[in-house]
């Protein structure tokens, strides 16, 4: 099972980034070319039967398999990064992280309106992330079709924050 693999493979990092958090690094999946394109082909086929107009990949993990989502899917594909990484005119939307805040932002030409955007990252913990993610795609004038991701922090309940925008929530891996 995906789940499985997914589970076996993935590092857990104590105390980063700060004392008390279990780091979920999935960078030791990336060694693995064939599990890889095992992740993006259930992924993609979990949406097959939505319609999406563009993958909204969140810095810097969601670009790893956001980017070959929407080659798989054969739609654009939007980075949203973390403040002052993007060269050109931007919107921005704080919040707040289980470690302190942050600040995302994502061009302004991003999404056309009435586009229906995936929002991927490797990891839903509390969701404030991609909440603020959602809000950037929003205020854009698109829509949250639906959320993937690798891993899912059951216990963290994120699931509930992303529900207000979008019934669509998809992980491959829970804990």
């Known amino acids: 099972m995906l789940s499985d693999k997914i589970k076996q493979i993935i590092r857990d990092v104590p105390n980063f980034p700060k004392p008390g958090i279990i780091f979920k690094d999935i960078t030791p999946i990336l060694k693995n ?3 890889c394109k095992e992740i993006t082909a259930a992924l993609a086929e979990q949406l097959t039967e939505l319609k999406i107009d563009a993958v909204a990949g969140i810095e810097s993990r969601g670009f790893l398999f956001g ?3 929407a080659q798989q899917l054969n739609v654009p594909f939007v980075p949203i ?3 002052g ?7 921005q939307q704080s919040y707040d992280l289980e470690y302190g805040s942050a600040t995302l932002e994502v061009h302004e030409d ?3 309106s009435g586009q229906r955007v995936l929002i991927h990252d490797d990891l839903l913990a509390t969701g404030g992330t991609v909440v603020a993610a959602s809000n950037l795609v929003h205020k854009l004038g698109a829509s949250v079709a639906a959320y993937s991701f690798l891993i ?3 216990f963290l309940n994120g699931k509930h924050r992303l529900s207000t925008y979008a019934d669509k929530i998809f992980a491959l891996a829970s804990y």
Not at 85 to 91: A, G, S
Request: aromatic share 10%; hydrophobic share 50%; net charge positive.
């Open 152 to 154: 899912n922090l059951d």
């Open 67 to 69: 980017l070959a989502l």
């Open 110 to 112: 991003a999404f056309e």
């Open 85 to 91: 990484k993007l060269p050109y005119k931007t919107i």
């Open 33 to 35: 070319a064939e599990l």
């Open 81 to 83: 990064r973390k403040a």
